[in-house]
């Protein structure tokens, strides 16, 4: 599976748009890029998946390139409960047995008043 | 919807001891994943089941980790003798595999501390 690079950590203030970009150089044909939220206490939380060009939805933006070898996530006027660990992931969209989906690091947004 | 069930939320032994963890997975969803995610990391698969067989277990410690999926449904995960760099939260989380688009649905969470 391909593996991903992200920034570690970001810091935003309420209001503003975030992005976020992964690496991911060797992905297969066959891979979606998916981003999962995980706050405190919980378990991750699917936010968004794309294949190519561009898909919103009503929380986030996913943007990749004709490449693919990199994605964005963008948030729209983040508020403070955005705060939270996002992670991308690149694997195939149709689990079959066997197809494993590795968490890297996760980026660490923090939304300041 | 009901989610992913977990039980206990917390548990807090000391090392050497056993302790066992239950999930519940989404009505219908054949795959169910167990992660171990260390404070300050992202989870770290350790076993995936479809329907009641063991798909991948590679990175699961064999001589203190076990997991069964009975009839396919509710898995436990065992952990016997527990070590202190076993303090970790297990998460659980099913998809519905083949059928699904690949989004993974997870459980709050099992929350271990091993003194």
């Known amino acids: 599976l391909a593996k991903t690079t992200q920034p570690i950590s970001m810091d935003s203030y309420e209001g503003q748009e975030v992005n976020i970009t992964c690496s991911h150089n060797?992905?297969?044909?066959?891979?979606?890029i998916t981003w999962y939220q995980q706050f405190p206490s919980q378990g991750p939380r699917f936010i968004i998946q794309?294949?190519?060009t561009k898909v919103t939805n009503e929380v986030a933006s996913l943007f990749i390139p004709a490449d693919r070898k990199s994605s964005t996530l963008s948030l729209p006027r983040v508020s403070l409960s955005d705060t939270a660990v996002y992670y991308c992931?690149?694997?195939?969209?149709?689990?079959?047995?066997?197809?494993?989906?590795?968490f890297g690091g996760g980026t660490r947004l923090m939304v300041k008043p | 919807e009901a989610g992913v069930a977990q039980s206990p939320r917390y548990k807090i032994i000391e090392k050497r001891q056993s302790v066992a963890f239950w999930c519940n997975p989404i009505?219908?969803?054949?795959?169910l994943y167990w992660y171990q995610q260390i404070l300050g990391q992202g989870p770290k698969l350790l076993i995936q089941?479809?329907?009641?067989?063991?798909?991948?277990d590679s990175q699961l410690p064999k001589d203190r980790f076990s997991a069964e999926r009975l009839k396919g449904v509710d898995s436990t995960l065992k952990i016997q003798p527990a070590k202190l760099e076993d303090s970790a939260v297990y998460l659980c989380?099913?998809?519905?595999?083949?059928?699904?688009?690949?989004?993974?649905?997870f459980g709050e969470g099992s929350r271990l501390t091993v003194l």
């Open positions: 989380a099913s998809s519905l595999g083949e059928r699904g688009t690949g989004e993974l649905f």
């Open positions: 060797n992905i297969a044909t066959n891979d979606y």
């Open positions: 794309g294949y190519k």
């Open positions: 992931l690149v694997g195939p969209n149709r689990l079959r047995a066997g197809n494993m989906l590795t």
């Open positions: 009505s219908g969803h054949a795959t």
């Open positions: 089941f479809q329907n009641n067989g063991v798909v991948d």
